[in-house]
């Protein structure tokens, strides 16, 4: 029972950073202004996502727009693109797989099948955790570069926006949900790889040789 709670909270861990990962995806805050030097008191900040960039004034209007061109983009936003779409479907195949295999789940019948199908879903989630951090970590290493960089001028350094610190939270929840789920589910075949056997004691007859009736 106690494996089985801990199975359905890795499945809620996966979940969770799954939907995470959806959000950074479609946040336009992976790069936002860097209010530094001359720059401390401006007009308008300016965001950058994988999929637009946002100017928002002063005054509250924000005015977005989408990329014209995919191949005229950064290597790494097409990177980010990629791996983040990638990570979104093959959450949802780790969800289908988890919960058919899943203890509390009747749709594959208890046994090592069951354990193996739970498993493979809890890797899946793991592979979606790893993915998720290449494009994260490519665009804080490209945004700290830039920013100590004395070369690039101020009004073009930036900061990491909250789709990062987003992405790193999703990230997380899923490297642990999959741990958590893999490890109820080896813990569970092991349990259930060896049973105990039970035989009937050999009890001897009136004329004192053993009955052929308990030999099985």
Not at 63 to 70: A, E, G, L, P, R
């Amino acid at each position: 029972m106690t494996s089985a709670a801990l199975e359905i909270l890795g499945l809620g861990l996966g979940i969770l950073g799954w939907v995470g990962v959806i959000l950074a995806c479609g946040l336009p805050m992976w790069q936002v202004s860097a209010f530094i030097d001359v720059n401390i008191v401006v007009a308008q900040t300016i965001w950058e996502g994988l999929w637009m960039n946002c100017v928002v004034q002063s005054t509250g209007q924000m005015q977005c727009k989408v990329y014209d061109s995919i191949l005229a983009l950064r290597p790494e936003v097409q990177a980010g693109r990629a791996l983040t779409v990638v990570v979104a479907l093959l959450g949802l195949v780790a969800l289908m797989v988890t919960v058919v295999g899943a203890q509390c789940t009747n749709c594959i019948r208890p046994g090592k099948m069951k354990s193996r199908v739970v498993i493979a879903g809890g890797a899946i989630y793991i592979l979606c955790g790893v993915l998720v951090l290449i494009p994260l970590c490519w665009f804080a290493n490209i945004v700290i570069s830039d920013f100590y960089d004395p070369t690039v001028p101020s009004s073009q350094k930036r900061e990491m926006g909250a789709a990062l610190y987003i992405g790193w939270a999703a990230t997380a929840l899923l490297l642990f949900g999959g741990c958590l789920i893999c490890c109820c589910s080896c813990s569970q075949r092991d349990e259930t790889s060896f049973p105990v056997k039970y035989s009937a004691p050999r009890r001897p007859t009136s004329n004192g040789e053993y009955d052929k009736k308990n030999y099985v």
